[in-house]
């Protein structure tokens, strides 16, 4: 029922995102630059613009999504998502590491192996029952030294690269997106996606302590790989088609929990349809709003509306 | 009758300390005591047994059957954790279906109704976990263990910090399902709570064995002396200094 109507409401924000922009464009002009069929430009702008940004509009917000229930299952822990712990911070120093260094067929490669690592140090901390502060506080200092380290590389780049490209990465933005990337980032995110999911049912029994999970059968290695490689391959390719977009991962799980109830199973799915459908309806505002020639960059606004809602949740009495 | 059967249960921590244990026998439709003071690893071998901690555990067998796989384990072995962890928004049905994990999709349904019934919980059964007390959670994960329907129930410390209605009633619980041919193995401090309740008791002091029997034998003034650091008098236990 709440998929359908996920699913339905995001079928809405696709047509819209695609009506919107600098270039009045009407329905039947749209369908028929869609189809290839009206005039050059509009072809253009329909194919190469809207289409491209609104799909990955979709995949890296349902990536975020997908990862900030898991991650939040998986640490029994309010505050996890992708941002907050680093992985979006590390996917983003692989890709500067790779342009940095010229490899830039490997961009995405290395934004998903600068996740991985963030990942993988996060997952292992997790086990050692650091608590959740001390997760989210290490999160926070991976995050840190990662864009301190993407900052350095900038600035000690033969060329350097103008602030712009410093805030792109740290911000997000769907500016820069085309169908070259969206043709390794959507079949990248498919797998983490399907990844995460297989999660799911551990996360069900991990949400009676590590103990019992083990005593019901589940193997913490297996889940914590899934777990790793799913938000890893969701971030590490989003990251590299549209730069570290805060915030998703983190209020969309919770947003779908209030709605739909508390299984950490059937969360990952709806919140990477939340999360995709967010992130378009984000992007269509903010296009709309920011008019041509002065470009709002995605992260800024997600920003806007995720930090008092992440403080809200720290502040909040009763951790659950 | 034979319940739960190890031949050796071995694990060693990187800081010393850790357990060792010869063959261990425990009958069916028995409820065993596990005792010892604080630190003695009494928590730590109902882990390594349900698999929640690494240890050698060789020769695992419940009814006679080596356990090999997790999943076998998970289906024989039934474990209630001392930490009364759970999703403070989850149902109490969800949680208590939880037990049926080990069994993948196959129908939960009539366990979990039977579970719910035998513990009185119908009148909580779709309230959040998160709002009820102290005493009505550890029922609940109780529940969640006996949704597992295992020959082999082993509970750590069930009655730590719950008042004397609660802590009673789990005993009871505990005790009526031995009585249906279950092997039940509980860890307890209350020295008392084992007499009245159980059948057998193992005590464990430094991660070995020390002593195995009746409770009555088991308990004598030499492990009591011992072991625990207390002597009887008439007033009850007293510290020994």
């Known amino acids: 029922m709440i998929r359908a109507l996920l699913i339905g409401l995001a079928l809405i924000g696709l047509i819209a995102s695609l009506l919107v922009g600098p270039a009045p464009i009407d329905l039947s002009a749209a369908i028929n630059g869609l189809l290839g069929q009206a005039e050059p ?3 253009a702008i329909m194919r190469e613009v809207r289409l491209p940004r609104a799909i990955g509009a979709l995949t890296v917000g349902a990536g975020l999504g997908a990862s900030g229930a898991a991650l939040q299952g998986f640490t029994r822990n309010d505050l996890a998502a992708p941002g907050l712990l680093g992985f979006s911070a590390c996917a983003a120093l692989g890709a500067v590491a790779a342009l940095y260094f010229g490899w830039t067929y490997f961009l995405m490669p290395a934004a998903i192996g600068g996740a991985l690592i963030g990942a993988t140090i996060i997952a292992i901390m997790a086990r050692r029952h650091v608590g959740a502060g001390g997760l989210i506080l290490a999160g926070i200092g991976i995050g840190a030294l990662a864009t301190a380290i993407t900052g350095l590389l900038m600035n000690l780049a033969p060329n ?5 490209e410093l805030t792109y990465w740290l911000m997000g933005s769907l500016e820069n997106v085309d169908a070259g990337g969206l043709s390794l980032a959507v079949p990248l995110t498919l797998v983490g996606l399907v990844a995460l999911w297989r999660s799911g049912p551990s996360l069900r029994a991990l949400s009676l302590g590590e103990d019992t999970a083990s005593s019901l059968g589940v193997s913490l290695r297996h889940v914590q790989a899934l777990i790793v490689v799913g938000t890893a391959l969701c971030i590490g390719s989003g990251v590299a088609l549209a730069g570290a977009i805060g915030f998703v991962g983190l209020f969309v799980p919770h947003i779908m929990r209030r709605l739909s109830g508390p299984d950490p199973a059937a969360l990952i799915g709806q919140s990477a349809v939340a999360g995709g459908m967010f992130l378009l309806a984000t992007d269509t505002i903010a296009r709309l709003t920011a008019g041509p020639g002065t470009p709002l960059y995605l992260g800024i606004v997600t920003s806007l509306i995720g930090v008092p809602f992440f403080l809200y949740l720290a502040l909040r009495k009763t951790p659950s | 009758m034979s319940g739960l059967s190890v031949n050796r249960v071995h694990l060693r921590y990187p800081n010393g300390g850790g ?3 010869g063959r261990l026998d425990f009958g069916a439709g028995q409820i065993i ?3 010892g003071p604080n630190g003695a ?3 730590t071998l109902i882990k390594a047994l349900v698999g929640a901690v690494r240890a050698d555990v060789e020769g695992l067998s419940v009814a006679g059957q080596t356990l090999i796989d997790p999943r076998q384990r998970a289906r024989n072995l039934a474990y209630l954790s001392q930490t009364r962890t759970g999703p403070a928004l989850s149902s ?3 949680i208590i279906a939880l037990g049926r994990f080990p069994f993948g999709a196959q129908d939960p349904e009539q366990r979990v109704a039977a579970v719910i019934e035998t513990l009185g919980l119908g009148p909580f059964a779709d309230r959040p976990f998160g709002t009820l007390s102290g005493g009505e959670q550890a029922r609940v994960l109780l529940g969640r263990a006996l949704a597992v329907d295992a020959p082999v129930l082993l509970a750590d410390e069930p009655t730590a910090s719950l008042d004397p209605h609660y802590a009673l009633r789990i005993m009871d619980t505990l005790r009526s399902e031995a009585r249906r041919g279950r092997t039940v193995i509980v860890s307890v401090h209350d020295l008392s709570l084992a007499e ?4 057998q008791a193992l005590i464990l002091a430094g991660g070995c064995i020390v002593g195995q029997g009746t409770v009555r034998e088991t308990l004598n003034a030499d492990i009591l002396r011992d072991v625990f650091r207390v002597s009887r ?4 236990l007293t510290p020994l200094s």
């Open chain 2, 92 to 94: 109490v049905r969800d």
């Open chain 1, 41 to 43: 430009a509009t072809n």
């Open chain 1, 160 to 164: 350097p690269w103008a602030l712009s």
């Open chain 2, 19 to 21: 357990i060792e244990t």
């Open chain 2, 233 to 236: 008098s008439p007033d009850g």
């Open chain 2, 196 to 199: 009245r309740y159980c059948d």
């Open chain 2, 33 to 35: 005591a596990l005792l």
């Open chain 2, 41 to 43: 690893g009494k928590s």
